[in-house]
């Protein structure tokens, strides 16, 4: 496709080519923000819709919170106002009148969900509370990019509250492990669980934890974190309850969030130079059926057979779609791939005579990806394709990753292999190294990985001995 | 329950106390602004999923656009901003500066998504559009009350455009009938279809039309609406297309919306002296197993059996909750039926011995409602009586809201019966005429019904002749 440049050629102008190719977003009229089309919003709700079902099934319910702030719920957690306050959009009239008090529009809802437990916790009785809200939050950023960084942004914030810290904490890795699973088994996007450094921690968290995953420019994404808020927002907001033994003691609480980011990694990760190439799962249209014929005599033919297709896999529940528009087959085939479907099916009138179609793989282009396959059992045998293509993608990408990720055990080596990957590397857990090996190499410490080799190793910029390795990269 | 004022006492106030104490939302720190806690969430979410099913069924996507509108935009189409300016909330500050032009909360998104359609619509084939968005708008509301006006509100927005009047006039016909039938199968809410009287059309439509319920106080709540906008913002935005004769003609567009009003109404209509009453289509938990036992050996007999019941009904698709908290049957009965529960299944030690259950039906107070069944069967039994309480829920409101409404023919007998009710009454469509009556009956043009019985009368007012009658009342 001339449309797209190529990615080795400029992967940041190929991932912005796609979006705008693909229909999935245009930019507005508003600095730093975009509206998602009805293709690009049809893949956030499926992906949306099943963290929603892992939330409920970890025994979460949805809620609303206004997107209205007052500034002095914002002042209340020290850290937190540090961090977010440069980042504010604030409402100074309403109604045609300047406000007593100016509203932030909220950048995350941690200060007006703390003063709602406040009131609603009174006894252990009412513990744990956990609830979730989808929404769109808005931070004032200087430099935007479609679905990564952006002005106004849709995401998820569960906030929950607890009698003890050893219940937070275990709520803390569930959800941790929850958008690990939604990654790898929806999104098929492989990710690497850690705790972030102490720079990196969200304001006003005691640690955060974060998926980190590797883009096709082998750029790191944070995909989603998940905050142990310690007592720190209970203590602002006297969030408290009054416990078995009849003493007031004060909860604990977690905040964690996933954003249309995860959407962006979607695109980053398994795109090619012909444009998006998505999960089944996720996928708004998992199959297209492109009739193909010369005249019109096999055009009734081969629609007729189409249509019944159609019917047969929708009945089967795969999301299909039947491209009868008046185009060249070329012309549908390359919109198709470059909207990512992961399955084409093709009939010709010899298909019509032969009670076969030809089947397409996104995942595997050109001949290796075609097979021809007899009409009978078409739902099934696609059914199961999808499965294939789904780990055939997560495989691809995992493999990708760890083709590019090395351990070192120099500053050298590090900055040599953060130029072309990810490096995995001893340092100690220190604000100062984080932002010394940020300004020399422009990579930034990801996360300390969970999974760790227990050993003794030396910090590459202190030479301190240390027992945990962190992973670096340049992020988006 | 003690908990809550009667209706008859005080409609308003029993409003509010259903609110409260059915846990469905409550105030929120911000002028205006209510947070909606889980329970009333998961009422929102089952109609918005049945109500978006509705849009998808009619050929519709969602999409989403910004919640910031620059103040420009605005002032393009000259009735809008009259009519919306003044309800505004503006975001001046963005980022720590003060911005070069300010930003608008989207008070509705008209406008924006104009500008939008403007770049996507070039020719005849893009069209029709045919786009949804689920979002939240605020308007700066000086009487707030809980879902029927808040200064945020949740909503969908639709917003179409089309080549020819004909084809937009249809679309503005169909989204109104898609209300109307999701109020009516869904929410067991009768609603009136009708066209807004001049006074009371939306800021820069031709024509709006609405669907209008009445309340359990006889008052009326405009429960959804949908604008022929003519030509207007497609002018004011420059949304043109060329057409099959290569001539460039300006589009015709439409928008509709639906509110979390529906919610007030659901529970205006249908609420009683004990609570809430929810048709079992929407309700957040359709039947509630409450088990009953005096000691420890009747418990785990009971409670085996109230274990194999939830697993029953739940792998049947009916929400089910087993309420095992170590409280009173009493106070379980209360509480269920405070939050609507359409059906109780009670089970103690006989019922364990004799295999029955007792069924309770929200809808039909005490014995009457109650029946001894067996357990065998039980899930389909429940299940027909779903579609019992459904239909009879509808049938309680459609028969108390036709014994209100009262057909006038003078001035005299409209001021009468707007105290108690609707009144259909002969008017001119001239907003002098509607100022008069509410001025003077505080009771307002509804709508002119679509179904009219033809006929000549005499405007009440003006005694001008006229063909159709207006329905007055009230309202929210």
């Known amino acids: 496709m001339a449309k797209l440049t190529s990615r080795t050629q400029d992967f940041s102008e190929w991932y912005l080519d796609v979006i705008r190719e693909a229909d999935l ?173 102490i720079s990196e921690r969200f304001a006003g968290a005691d640690s955060t934890y974060s998926i980190e995953a590797m883009m096709g420019d082998k750029k790191a994404l944070q995909s989603a974190t998940s905050h142990d808020l310690g007592q720190n927002f209970a203590r602002a907001f006297d969030i408290k309850y009054l416990d078995r033994d009849n003493t007031e003691k004060l909860c604990w609480t977690t905040s964690w969030g996933m954003s249309w980011r995860m959407l962006g990694a979607v695109i980053m990760v398994h795109g090619d130079d012909q444009g998006l190439r998505l999960p089944p799962r996720i996928a708004p249209i998992q199959a297209v059926i492109v009739p193909i014929y010369k005249n019109e005599s096999e055009r009734t033919a081969v629609m007729q057979a189409a249509d019944s297709i159609f019917t047969t896999l929708k009945s089967n529940g795969i999301r299909v779609k039947l491209d009868d528009r008046d185009e060249t087959p070329g012309f549908k085939f390359n919109d198709w791939e470059l909207r ?91 604000p100062a190294v984080d932002a010394q090996i940020k300004e020399e190499t422009k990579a930034t410490n990801r996360c300390f990985p969970l999974e760790q080799v227990p050993g003794e190793w030396k910090c590459i910029v202190t030479g301190k001995p240390v027992r945990e390795r962190a992973l670096f990269g340049k992020a988006y």
């Open 25 to 197: 977003a245009d930019y507005a009229p508003v600095r730093g923000c975009i509206v998602v089309k009805p293709y690009g919003w049809s893949l956030y709700e499926n992906m949306r819709d099943f963290l929603d079902r892992r939330f409920k099934d970890t025994g979460h319910s949805n809620a609303a919170f206004p997107m209205f702030i007052p500034m002095s719920f914002l002042n209340r957690e020290a850290q937190h106002v540090k961090g977010f306050s440069p980042e504010l959009a604030v409402v100074t009239v309403g109604g045609g009148e300047q406000l007593e008090e100016p509203l932030a529009v909220r950048p995350t809802s941690e200060t007006i969900i703390g003063y709602m437990y406040a009131q609603w916790v009174k006894s252990y009785r009412d513990l744990p509370v956990l609830i979730n809200a989808w929404n769109s939050v808005v931070r004032w950023e200087k430099r935007t990019r479609p679905f990564l960084r952006t002005t106004e942004f849709f995401w998820q914030e569960g906030h929950t509250a607890h009698a003890t810290h050893e219940e937070s904490s275990e709520e803390v890795m569930r959800m941790l492990d929850v958008y690990a699973a939604h990654a790898r088994d929806e999104c098929a996007v492989p990710v690497i669980k850690g705790r972030k450094s």
């Open 340 to 430: 990512g479907v992961p399955v084409r099916v093709e009939i010709g009138p010899r298909d019509v005579a032969n009670g076969t179609v030809a089947l397409g793989r996104r995942d595997v282009p050109g001949k290796a990806g075609k097979s021809f396959v007899p009409q009978a059992g078409l739902a099934e045998r696609i059914t199961t394709l999808f499965e294939e293509i789904q780990s055939g993608l997560l495989q691809q990408a995992t493999n990708f990753r760890d083709a590019n990720i090395r351990e070192v055990s120099t500053y050298a080596e590090l900055k040599e292999a953060v130029e072309d990957g990810f490096a995995l590397a001893p340092v100690a857990d220190d």
